[in-house]
């Protein structure tokens, strides 16, 4: 069984930037990959990020790609998601996922988070 707890989401303006937290309880988290979705108003989740058990696989939403960056920390049981150049489009509720066998498309997800909200200002 493992539990994800999110924070760090708040109210930024256009072009900040923000880091998500996501912790992890469970001896093996390093066993997972790990993964961001968020869900705007009025729509359907949609895949944001991955990583692999080791960090050195990563998948990006076309849509975020070069503005935001995953990362784990095994020893702390957490993965971030460093958010920057951050549109008014990026408002969302962002969940953290595990699956062993994650995949972009959200097959695999074993375990949700409960999100955070970021809301972005223009």
């Known amino acids: 069984q493992v539990q994800l707890v999110e924070s760090g989401g708040g109210l930024v303006q256009a072009g900040d930037s923000l880091r998500l937290s996501c912790a992890a309880s469970?001896?093996?988290?390093?066993?997972?990959?790990m993964g961001w979705f968020r869900q705007a108003p009025g729509k359907e989740r949609e895949f944001v990020s991955l990583?692999?058990?080791?960090?050195?696989?990563?998948n990006y939403a076309d849509f975020v790609k070069g503005r935001f960056t995953i990362s784990r920390d095994n020893a702390k049981n957490t993965v971030y998601l460093q958010m920057s150049s951050l549109k008014p489009e990026d408002t969302a509720v962002y969940y953290c996922?595990?699956?062993?066998?994650?995949?972009?498309?959200?097959?695999?997800?074993?375990?949700w988070g409960k999100g955070t909200l970021v809301t972005v200002s223009s």
């Open positions: 996922a595990a699956g062993l066998r994650l995949r972009p498309g959200g097959d695999g997800i074993q375990y």
């Open positions: 469970g001896r093996t988290f390093s066993s997972y990959v």
């Open positions: 990583i692999n058990w080791s960090g050195s696989i990563t």
